[in-house]
T-cell receptor, first 110, second 116 residues
Framework: EDKVVQSPLSLVVHEGDTVTLNCSYE??????LLWYKQEKKAPTFLFML????IEKKSGRLSSILDKKELFSILNITATQTGDSAVYLC??????????FGTGTRLTIIP | KAGVTQTPRYLIKTRGQQVTLSCSPI?????VSWYQQTPGQGLQFLFE???????NKGNFPGRFSGRQFSNSRSEMNVSTLELGDSALYLC???????????????FGPGTRLTVT
């Protein structure tokens, strides 16, 4: 069965800190890995990664995938209180099924 | 463009009843996926519909079913409700290219179902 594990489960940091969120996976026939941010309501899409070693960047957020070691990291630099959310990682297999991790709850203290 | 809409937003049902939830995807999106989100299990995939056909199904019992209409709107039905079915049900729409790769998935606000 496909599996996605995120760590840490929760993280509390001060505004301005840099954080790294981890996602490891075991998926038969990997196709892509996706990161989402979930605040109070529905998840919003952040990144999709398909190739190993290529960093995707959007402002203070960046992510990279290692297909050999089967993990991805999501980095957030100069964190702000608006970054407080649950960050979800999901992996898509070639059969197009998405498996989600349980998320990392990030809290930014002003 | 209007976002993904789900109705109703909140629902309270009793055990044994059935429920139908509705999802209207973003205009032009033909793929609709349904997820169940609970505090203990996180986001779990229920099924995906593409052009009125079920393309994928998660590990849920047969009490959970769905369908998609020709206008891409989708419904999810849960029969013989159990207490454990209380959850936030999210639907997501996405566009697909000719290689059937999921690009961005846009989630609706969800329907919060409480079973008493």
């Amino acid at each position: 069965e496909d599996k996605v594990v995120q760590s840490p489960l929760s993280l509390v940091v001060h505004e301005g800190d840099t954080v790294t969120l981890n996602c490891s996976y075991e998926v038969t026939n990997f196709r892509s890995l996706l990161w989402y941010k979930q605040e109070k309501k529905a998840p919003t899409f952040l990144f999709m990664l398909t190739s190993s070693g290529i960093e995707k960047k959007s402002g203070r957020l960046s992510s990279i995938l290692d297909k050999k070691e089967l993990f991805s990291i999501l980095n957030i630099t100069a964190t702000q209180t608006g970054d407080s959310a649950v960050y979800l990682c999901a992996v898509e297999a070639t059969n197009e099924k998405l498996t989600f991790g349980t998320g990392t709850r990030l809290t930014i203290i002003p | 463009k209007a976002g993904v809409t789900q109705t109703p937003r909140y629902l309270i049902k009793t055990r044994g009843q059935q429920v139908t939830l509705s999802c209207s995807p973003i205009s032009g999106h033909r793929s609709v996926s349904w997820y169940q989100q609970t505090p203990g299990q996180g986001l779990q995939f229920l099924f995906e519909y593409f052009s009125e056909t079920q393309r994928n199904k998660g590990n849920f019992p047969g009490r959970f079913s769905g369908r998609q209409f020709s206008n891409s709107r989708s419904e999810m039905n849960v029969s013989t409700l159990e207490l454990g079915d209380s959850a936030l049900y999210l639907c997501a729409s996405s566009s697909r290219d000719v290689k059937q790769v999921i690009y961005e998935q846009y989630f609706g606000p969800g329907t919060r179902l409480t079973v008493t």
